[in-house]
C-alpha cells in the first residue's frame, strides 16, 4: 500500500513518517469464533506528521465498504449520554427551527437528544445496522457514505442545513476536502459546521498512541482544521475543550462571508499548539520513543504478574484498545479475556491478536487479579462501575499516559 505524500487537511508536501506499528487488521474487524483459524487481512500502520499545519494521518485507507456494518456504538458508554445531551442544546438553539444533520450518526443517541428538545433532524450513515437501531429512537437516517457527489441529492430532497454536526467521524474521513465540498453546499447561508474530534495536542503529550488506527486516518491539530476550513471560505469561529476520548475539542465553522470574529479560544489554542512544538519534528520522533518504552515496560508488568500466578484480563474491547495489543503483542497469552459492555462484541474474538470477548458480568464469577485497562478514556467510569472487583482486591493495570497500577 503506497503512502500519503501530501497532507490531507492543507495538502503540503512531504509529511514526516514517524511511527511505523508494522501490519494490522482494522481495529473494528471483530472476530467470529468459527473465524478465529484463518489470516485477517493485515494492513501497514504508519503515522505521519505535517510539520505545516500539526495534522497527524495514517498514510493506508481501509477497503472501501468497511463501515457498512459496524460494531461501536458510543451508547455503551454511560458519560456518552450526558455528553451528546449537552451538544444537543448547543445544536438547538443554533439551529431554531431548520434541519440539524448528523454525517456518521452512528446509533441514533445525538440525534435522538436533538430530537428531545424539539430539534428537526437528520442522520447520515454508511453503517445500515446501526442505521436500524438509531430509527428505533426516533432518528431519520438517510443510509450512505456522505460524499460531495451525492450531497445534491440530499440537499434536493431534505432542503439546506442550519446545523451540520459530526462527532468522531471527521477523523474517520479518507478525502477530507471532497467532505467538505459537500458540507459547504448543504450549509445554510447563516449555518454552522460542527465537528469534534480527539485534539492531537492532547494525543501527544499523554501518548495516546492508540488513538491512531485505521478507520481514525487524522488526528486533528486546530491549525489543521483552520488552513482546511480556508481551501472552502469557512471560518473557525469558536472551539471548546472536551475532557471525552482522552480530550477533545468541537470546532465550529462559518461560511467566511457570515462568520463572527473568531472567540479568544481560537488563538489561545492555536499559539498552545506551536508553543508545544506540533510543527517540528523532534516532537514526533521523541514521541514515538515514549511509545517503544511504554511497550517494554507494560509486557514486563504483565509477564512479571503471569510469573506471579496473576489472572489478568482486559477491560474493554475498543479501537483504540487493539492498536495497542497488536502492536505491542499483548494475546491470549498474557490476557486470558477481555469484557465489554457493548452485546455486539461479547462472543466475538479481538482484531489480530483473537482474545476472547465476554460480558462484564462474568468479573463476578471469575475475577481476575487485575484488569488491563483498554478503555482508558472511560477509566473514571469503569473504576464506579467495577467497585465491587476493586473491593475484594482486584487492582487496575493503567497503561497510559504511562503503565501504572491502580487499587
Avoid at 15 to 42: I, K, Y
Avoid at 65 to 83: I, K, N, Q, R, W
Amino acid at each position: 500500500m503506497t503512502r500519503l505524500l501530501r497532507c490531507r487537511a492543507c495538502l503540503a508536501a512531504d509529511p514526516l513518517t514517524f511511527l511505523c506499528m508494522g501490519d494490522h487488521p482494522p481495529a473494528n474487524s471483530f472476530v467470529r469464533p468459527e473465524d478465529v483459524p484463518a489470516n485477517q487481512p493485515m494492513y501497514p500502520l504508519d503515522s505521519q506528521a505535517c510539520l505545516t499545519c500539526g495534522l497527524i494521518q495514517v498514510s493506508d485507507q481501509v477497503p472501501d465498504g468497511f463501515f457498512e456494518h459496524y460494531l461501536y456504538v458510543p451508547s455503551s458508554a454511560t458519560s456518552m449520554h450526558d455528553h451528546f445531551a449537552g451538544l444537543a442544546g448547543i445544536l438547538k438553539k443554533a439551529a431554531g427551527d431548520g434541519l440539524i444533520v448528523d454525517i456518521g450518526c452512528n446509533d441514533g443517541l445525538l440525534l435522538s437528544a436533538c430530537n428531545k428538545v424539539g430539534g428537526k433532524t437528520l442522520g447520515v450513515d454508511p453503517a445500515a445496522n446501526l442505521a436500524e437501531i438509531a430509527r428505533s429512537r426516533g432518528v431519520d437516517v438517510d443510509v450512505g457514505y456522505f460524499t460531495h457527489s451525492g450531497s445534491g441529492r440530499l440537499i434536493s430532497e431534505y432542503g439546506s442545513a442550519k446545523a451540520i454536526v459530526t462527532t468522531n467521524t471527521f477523523n474517520h474521513i479518507g478525502d477530507l476536502h471532497d467532505f467538505m465540498a459537500g458540507v459547504k453546499g448543504w450549509l445554510a447561508d447563516d449555518g454552522v459546521f460542527v465537528i469534534e474530534v480527539p485534539w492531537a495536542k492532547n494525543l501527544l503529550e499523554n501518548n495516546e498512541f492508540d488513538t491512531i488506527y485505521h478507520e481514525h486516518v487524522s488526528e486533528f491539530s486546530l491549525l489543521s482544521l483552520v488552513k482546511l476550513g480556508g481551501y472552502f471560505d469557512l471560518d473557525v469561529v469558536d472551539v471548546h475543550r472536551l475532557g471525552v476520548h482522552g480530550g477533545s475539542m468541537r470546532v465550529f465553522l462559518k461560511h467566511a462571508a457570515t462568520a463572527t470574529p473568531p472567540t479568544a479560544i481560537v488563538s489561545e489554542m492555536l499559539a498552545e499548539e506551536l508553543n508545544a512544538g506540533m510543527l517540528e519534528a523532534d516532537t514526533y520522533l521523541a514521541f514515538a520513543e515514549r511509545i517503544r518504552k511504554i511497550g517494554v515496560d507494560l509486557i514486563a508488568m504483565l509477564d512479571q504478574l503471569k510469573k506471579d500466578g496473576v489472572t489478568v484480563a482486559g477491560y474493554g474491547a475498543p479501537a483504540k484498545g487493539n492498536t495497542l495489543l497488536n502492536y505491542f503483542g499483548i494475546g491470549p497469552d498474557r490476557l486470558d479475556y477481555l469484557v465489554d459492555r457493548n452485546a455486539l462484541k461479547q462472543g466475538l474474538y479481538s482484531p489480530g491478536m483473537k482474545i476472547p470477548i465476554r460480558s462484564p458480568d462474568v468479573l463476578r464469577e471469575d475475577a481476575p487479579g487485575v484488569l488491563l485497562v483498554l478503555a482508558w478514556n472511560f477509566f473514571d467510569e469503569i473504576r464506579v462501575q467495577q467497585a465491587d472487583f476493586a473491593a475484594h482486591g482486584g487492582r487496575f493495570l493503567v497503561p497510559l499516559p504511562y503503565p501504572a497500577m491502580v487499587n
